[in-house]
């Protein structure tokens, strides 16, 4: 069965109309014939949006789930049992009640999916998981649902749904998104003009992005090569050289003429001979392009210029900037250095050459010692005409003897052996000694040799000329060797200062390989059970490379890293030097999976060497604190039962008040260990919502006694988010633990009033809550060691707890966000601070419907 294919409406803030845009293209697509249904649409009470659902199918939502604050959730099994052609299911980010066969909607839309059936669904900008540092810095707000880029990168089409931040604001003015009540306060917080502009410029570029890619996968898999300047990029060639600095300046500062672009700094690295590069500077060089807001990249090539330009091509760069050398004039008129072949070869892309006083080059320069085939050729040019000139030159000076001869035409085979190698050196012994047979042996005129001794020295001549052709070819091919094992050292130098300065995911080690080999795709397969097939794991690329054994020879290469894990790359022939780098990288592949897998190791190790000890301090606990208020209430109802008769009333109320009193013991203990497993085992998630200090305050202060506690709230004090209920046992624990320990002090609730001198976290304001003691307070030195769970103030006596209650209360005032930390009462005791971020969303009552996760009606 075909696999369905996912629509998704992209909006920047909430009231855009993604849900209208939604439903609006459900009816169209109704309209041409198709099967229609909706999953889930809530309409939040907009009337508009509840109009649209008129006249299509809607699947009954799920009887015995619901979310309290949200609403009813989607039937999946009802949805796959109607199986429509396509579903209309809106919120892809929700987070589902508990109850649901899925945590996320997007998972019950991988199953629709997977059934074949095509979907319709929306999500907001600042439901992304990357984008969510930056949302908040906007919002100055938490986003409690996001989903991570791949899966919303799955979508087949992501669409905008875009309008100017002054008409949303007009349509909140209006009614059509909050009721009136709420209006001034959401167009003063969350939909501020400056808001709605950046969430759009942020939306722009995301969905930008995502053409970008579509882009790269369209001209990938029609194979097009040609440039097509859709958006601005620049990409500088460096060498590693000092003066490489000032090319990269000079390419930032071209970039800084367009709004918008990128900057791509390029380390072509030849297996065939090149300058020593720098190192530090190459580091220097890889910070400075990362500071301008860029990336740096290295690859490998034989020809550093088509290195170059197949990079700039692969990302589709407009301007190319290379750094030129004052000092190669000769060369560059003759059209034979690399950045003469680059701008000859260059094509659509704009060639920017920089002239620097310390630049050598914007690319490496082949030492003498390469042989390229320019070089071969030459030489046998050599081959033919140094012997024939070096004849001719000696025949004006008939008085030298046959040994002159023989030492002048050795000298040239020396010069054709240094110049084109062994071959040409051989060509040009060949022809010396015939030269040398026919001109200067008797009798002179043939190839007849009459004294034996000048045959011996032609023999001679000739062994020894071939001798040092020998030597000078080893020679360069040792060179060559030296500087491919250099390169390929280098290269490998750079993977493992990779590997431990950055904590590289599977796919983005493989975008490096396909990077370094610039190849169309890279993957890693690992076999299956059978050991008959392989089965890709990860990919980069747009289109996975093809199996080990499964491609074309010519048009691709792999390595095993062990004998069930290969490394692929496609596209390309890679030369010996190239494998053997791609060996290495399939190697370095292997380590990295074993390193995931000690990391997941080691997490879950971590967390149950965790969970031990919370359950052997738990054990510990029990048999004191627990043990305690158990035997009292047992002694207590084993005497009413055997002796209620014969006590007197007040005996028995005293009884019944101890079993109240252990009783009451007993559930705060259990309370805060069920708590604190709850915290240690990472389950404890808030649902917050607009609350006031002074609800949470009056509910936390219900059990507890009255005597000693002064409340003095400010009466402007702002609405926080927060989850009530912890909330709650946040404050609780608090002032009970202020109870215990400062005995006889009274005990003050302070709350201030906003304003400009407003505390933040991590940038966000927040709201402030002070509960002061005037006990004994507490050591410096201790203050860190009072919020470790089992701790109790210079080993308190029994009868205190366990020493959970602020463990309990720092663990729960983080879930939500916040802080909670100590300070010293002037004058003496203890000062507990409450801070949790302010609402940036109107204030809701305890029966009024709110989207999950956003604290918004």
């Known amino acids: 069965m075909a696999k369905g294919t996912l629509r998704i409406f992209l909006g920047a803030a909430p009231g855009v109309g993604v849900t209208f845009a939604m439903l609006q293209e459900a009816h169209r697509i109704a309209a041409g014939g198709k099967d229609v249904a909706v999953g889930i649409v809530l309409d939040h009470g907009r009337g508009q949006t509840r109009e649209l659902m008129t006249g ?29 052609e396509v579903a209309v299911v809106d919120e892809f980010a929700h987070s589902n009640a508990p109850g649901c066969r899925n945590r996320y909607r997007w998972e019950d839309i991988e199953e629709l999916l997977s059934a074949g059936i095509d979907v319709l669904s929306t999500i907001s900008i600042q439901n992304l998981a990357s984008l969510e540092d930056v949302v908040s810095a906007i919002t100055q707000g938490l986003q409690k649902e996001t989903v991570p880029d791949a899966i919303v990168r799955r979508a087949d089409q992501i669409e905008l749904v875009d309008i100017p931040p002054e008409l949303l604001r007009q349509r909140i003015a209006d009614g059509n998104i909050y009721p009136r009540t709420k209006v001034d306060a959401a167009l003063a917080n969350e939909f501020r003009l400056g808001n709605l502009i950046a969430l759009r410029e942020v939306a722009l570029i995301w969905l930008a992005d995502r053409v970008d890619e579509g882009l790269a996968k369209y001209r990938a898999s029609h194979g097009i090569t040609e440039n097509w300047p859709a958006r601005e990029r620049v990409v500088v060639g460096i060498t590693g050289n000092p003066g490489d600095e000032a090319i990269i300046r000079r390419a930032s500062r071209i970039l800084s003429r367009v709004n918008g ?90 060639v920017h050459m920089v002239s620097h006083p310390s630049a050598t080059s914007g690319l490496p320069r082949p030492t003498p010692w390469g042989l390229g085939r320019a070089r071969t050729t030459a030489g046998f040019v050599l081959a033919v005409t140094i012997p024939a000139l070096a004849t001719s030159l000696l025949s004006l000076t008939p008085e030298l003897n046959l040994a002159t001869h023989v030492l002048v035409h050795l000298t040239g085979v020396m010069a054709v052996a240094f110049i084109g190698g062994l071959w040409p050196a051989v060509l040009a012994a060949v022809l010396d000694s015939l030269l040398l047979n026919y001109y200067e042996t008797d009798p002179v005129g043939t190839f007849t040799i009459s004294d034996p001794q000048n045959l011996f020295a032609l023999l001679v001549f000739l062994g020894a000329a071939i001798a040092v052709s020998l030597l000078v070819g ?108 791609l060996a290495a990288h399939a190697a370095h592949l292997l380590l990295l999976r074993q390193r995931h897998a000690l990391q997941l190791r080691l997490k879950d190790s971590t967390r149950l060497a965790e969970g031990n000890s919370i359950r052997t301090s738990i054990l510990r606990a029990v048999s004191h604190d627990l043990r305690t208020p158990l035997a009292g209430i047992k002694l ?127 940038g966000r304001p927040c709201g402030e809550l002070r509960i002061v003691d005037h006990g004994q307070g507490v050591p410096a030195e201790d203050v860190v060691a009072m919020f470790e769970p089992f701790q109790r103030l210079d080993d308190a006596p029994e009868g205190l707890g366990i020493g959970l209650g602020l463990a309990v209360a720092k663990g729960f005032t983080e879930a939500m966000g916040g802080q909670l930390t100590a300070e010293p009462t002037p004058g003496g005791g203890l000062t507990m601070v409450i801070r949790l971020p302010l609402s940036a969303g109107p204030l809701l009552t305890p029966t009024e419907p709110r989207e999950a996760g956003t604290g918004k009606p």
């Open 261 to 350: 672009g990128d900057l791509l700094a390029v380390h072509v690295r030849p297996y065939a001979g090149r300058r020593k590069e720098s190192l530090p500077a190459l580091e220097g060089h890889r910070q400075l392009v990362t500071g301008l807001g860029g990336s740096f990249h290295t690859v490998s090539g034989e020809d550093e210029a088509a290195a170059l330009l197949d990079f700039a091509r692969s990302v589709n760069a407009t301007q190319l900037v290379i750094g030129i050398s004052r000092s190669r004039l000769p060369s560059r008129l003759l059209g034979r250095d690399v950045a003469s072949k680059v701008v000859r070869d260059s094509g659509d892309i704009d």
């Open 56 to 84: 299509l199918e809607i699947v009954a939502p799920h009887s015995e789930v619901q979310d309290s604050l949200v609403g009813p959730e989607m039937d999946v099994d009802a949805v796959l049992a109607r199986h429509p």
């Open 474 to 581: 080893l020679s360069a091919k040792r060179t060559q060797e030296a500087v491919r094992a250099r390169a390929e050292a280098a290269t490998l130098a750079d993977l493992a200062r990779d590997a431990l300065i950055e904590d590289d995911t599977m796919a983005a080690f493989l975008d490096k390989v396909r990077e370094t080999f610039q190849v169309p795709s890279a993957g890693l397969f690992t076999r299956t059970e059978t050991g008959r097939e392989w089965d890709l794991r990860a990919h980069a690329g747009a289109i996975p490379p093809s199996p080990p054994g499964g491609e074309d020879p010519g048009e691709g290469a792999y390595e095993l890293a062990d004998p069930q894990t290969a490394l692929v790359v496609s596209g390309k022939t890679l030369t010996a030097g190239d494998r053997r780098v």
């Open 636 to 762: 207590a109802v084993t005497s009413l039962l055997r002796q209620k008769r014969r006590l007197p009333e007040e005996i028995q109320n005293e009884m019944l008040h101890t079993i109240d009193s252990y009783t009451d013991r007993l559930d705060s203990l259990i309370g805060n260990l069920l708590d604190m497993s709850r915290i240690s085992s990472g389950s404890a998630a808030p649902l917050t919502s607009p609350v006031t200090w002074r609800d949470a305050i009056e509910d936390a202060l219900r059990g507890l006694p009255e005597g000693n506690i002064r409340v003095e709230l400010a009466p402007n004090m702002p609405a926080i988010d927060a989850d009530l209920g912890m909330l709650e046992r946040v404050i609780a624990n608090v002032v009970e633990n202020a109870q215990k320990y400062a005995a006889g002090s009274d005990i003050v609730i302070v709350g201030p009033s906003s304003g400009s001198g407003a505390p933040t976290i991590n």
